[in-house]
């Protein structure tokens, strides 16, 4: 019998789950996969062979395409990785073949804050411990392809510093690229929040002089938001990642042309590092459903989909496939939308909008909820109507859901402190404005908690859905950045930044960039930029700052507020927590 969640840990659960897990054979096999797709990493996980399955699964038609998004989230967040596991173990329960797609977790929110993203309570997937801590090496190889790219980038500065045009050609083979230092767009990477590391200054002088580096300003961003996992998820083959690969920008030459990885003559081995990582992960929920695992989180600052390869494999072997988009409907679900099944061609049948009573009391009045202190104690009693004001932010996504011709089902994620009135109130109201919703005690029952979910999605999946997106990849850019702001996000305009503006203006002036899509950076702790404006915000102005370019990945990256690519390490965070069993070697307290 499964652990009880009210009086132990998720990791606690997880390690107690382990004891019965299915080996990585045993769910392949459930799975669908012939055991030549199957490449095991030890007996519980493992790497799929996509290439083969989709060759082999060609003429089979797709089974029901569900994505998972939340309302705008409290800083704690709000189990959407939760009601993902929920959902697939619910599903299994009422007889469906089903699978999911979801994150990899990145060291950062695993080390700090948030956790690991493998779902809580009785809804997780397993074995968490190598989930949470590197698993099969897709985050690292990222790290390694993108650091590369910047190795290229450095080194060729400094030997264009340090020889003549004939030295360069004679010694390296090399034109000068005359590289502008001070238009270097990419940095390095490393999958930890560190503030520290968001502005730095490389190459400078040591015991070897100038064979010491180029001085210059760069910066560190976590690994997750990498232009390098931005191709992971929307990748289709090791074709398609190839020639993105090679249109990185790194920077920009003296006369302001781009010079990409291509450039540099150090796109094919960054695509070298690749090569594995493009195979999506096998894990399994704590009930035994299969889950792939590909790609990475950070909606507010990345893409934040599981991969299109993941979901084209789930969608083949499943009758469900569930994936997941980060944060709230207003970034992660947009992305999904717009980018993700843009680039995939592939068409949602449904879509889940997690909710909870704590979040719906923080953006009715409540005091926000601090990571690492203790719950406010006005979030221990009954506030219906704080949930009823709280209900404005999830009615806001509901539509957002519904402008993409989707059926948005609500699921409202129990915590076992809600009371009755409270769940009934956010039932009237959901119902009032026409959508389904489900309770679901999955965190404290699994499967079987999520029965009332898992059914009205089946229902959701039988209408047809009329899928439109929010924009053309022919409108101006500017243009389509109002349409977010304005309809997705509630903002009554934009305003830019004057280096924002110049960045704007060579977009729009390049045939190929102004047609890339749209991946917005802001937080997800409101709809607005700015966090602390919760429900939904009146008579407010999105500020853009930048506007970069990921013409690898095909995005044009408006980045409004005051966002960092490279996210904080809190005052408590989880590593402190952190510790092994030395006797037996198995890991303690990651969640």
């Not at 399955?53 to 797709?62: E, F, G, H, T, Y």
């Not at 990409?260 to 960054?270: H, K, N, P, Q, W």
């Not at 592939?346 to 202190?373: E, I, M, N, S």
């Not at 008579?539 to 990921?550: A, D, I, N, Q, S």
């Amino acid at each position: 019998m499964a652990l009880d969640p009210t009086k132990h840990a998720d990791w606690e659960i997880a390690q107690d789950s382990e004891k019965t897990m299915k080996t990585v054979y045993e769910i392949g096999e459930i799975f669908g996969l012939d055991k030549k797709e199957l490449l095991p990493q030890g007996h519980y996980f493992g790497k799929i062979d996509y290439r083969a399955v989709l060759d082999r699964l060609k003429d089979r038609p797709q089974g029901k395409y569900v994505d998972v998004t939340a309302i705008t989230p409290t800083p704690l967040g709000e189990g959407k990785s939760t009601s993902t596991m929920g959902l697939v173990e619910g599903l299994g329960k009422i007889g469906k073949k089903v699978s999911a797609a979801i994150r990899q977790p990145s060291g950062g929110p695993t080390m700090n804050i948030k956790g690991s993203a493998a779902g809580g309570g009785l809804a997780q997937c397993i074995p968490l411990t190598q989930f949470s801590l590197g698993f099969t090496g897709d985050i690292n190889a990222i790290m390694n392809a993108h650091n590369l790219a910047m190795v290229a980038l450095t080194s060729r500065m400094q030997h264009e510093r340090n020889y003549n045009d004939e030295q360069l050609a004679r010694l390296t083979k090399m034109r000068r690229l005359d590289i502008d230092p001070t238009n270097v767009e990419m940095g390095f990477i490393i999958d930890f929040a560190c503030q520290s590391l968001r502005n730095i200054i490389i190459g400078i002088d040591g015991v070897n002089g100038k064979r010491d580096g180029f001085m210059m300003k760069s910066k560190f961003a976590i690994a997750v938001s990498s232009e390098v996992m931005a191709i992971l998820s929307v990748a289709t083959s090791l074709k398609d990642m190839r020639e993105r690969m090679g249109k990185i920008v790194v920077g920009y030459d003296k006369q302001g042309r781009p010079v990409t990885t291509e450039d540099l003559e150090v796109a094919g081995a960054m695509t070298a590092w690749m090569v594995d990582a493009l195979n999506p992960n096998l894990m399994q929920t704590i009930e035994g459903q299969p889950v792939l695992v590909h790609a990475g989180p950070f909606a507010n600052i990345a893409i934040g989909q599981s991969s299109i390869i993941a979901d084209q494999v789930g969608l083949k072997l499943s009758e469900y496939h569930v994936t997941e988009s980060g944060f709230g409907a207003d970034i992660g679900f947009e992305k999904f939308w717009n980018l993700k099944c843009r680039y995939s061609g592939l068409v949602p049948d449904a879509a889940v909008v997690v909710a909870t009573v704590r979040a719906l009391k923080c953006h009715g009045g409540a005091p926000v909820p601090v990571p690492g202190k203790p719950i406010p104690d006005e979030y221990k009693g009954e506030n219906v109507e704080w949930v009823e004001k709280g209900c404005g932010n999830l009615l806001h996504h509901i539509n957002n859901v519904k402008k993409a011709g989707i059926s948005p089902v609500v699921c409202i994620n129990e915590f076992y402190t809600d009371t009755p009135n409270e769940i009934k109130k956010i039932r009237e109201v959901c119902e009032a404005a026409g959508a389904k919703v489900a309770l679901s005690r999955h965190w404290l029952k699994g499967g079987d908690g999520a029965i009332e979910l898992a059914e009205a999605v089946v229902d959701a999946c039988k209408e047809k859905p009329n899928f439109k997106f929010l924009y053309e990849l022919d409108m101006p850019i500017a243009d389509r950045i109002n349409k977010i702001a304005t309809e997705i996000y509630g903002a009554d305009g934009v305003d830019y930044s004057g280096e924002a503006q110049g960045q704007l203006k060579r977009i729009q002036a390049d045939p190929e960039l102004s047609k890339l899509g749209l991946c917005m950076v802001k937080s997800h702790l409101s709809l607005s930029d700015n966090p602390a404006l919760k429900g939904v915000p009146k008579g407010w102005r999105l500020h853009v700052r930048e506007v970069l370019t990921y013409r690898g990945a095909g995005f044009i990256v408006p980045v409004a507020g005051t966002i960092s690519l490279m996210p904080g390490t809190a005052s408590n965070p989880a590593f402190r927590r952190v510790d092994v069993d030395v006797e037996t070697g198995k890991v303690q307290g990651v969640f």
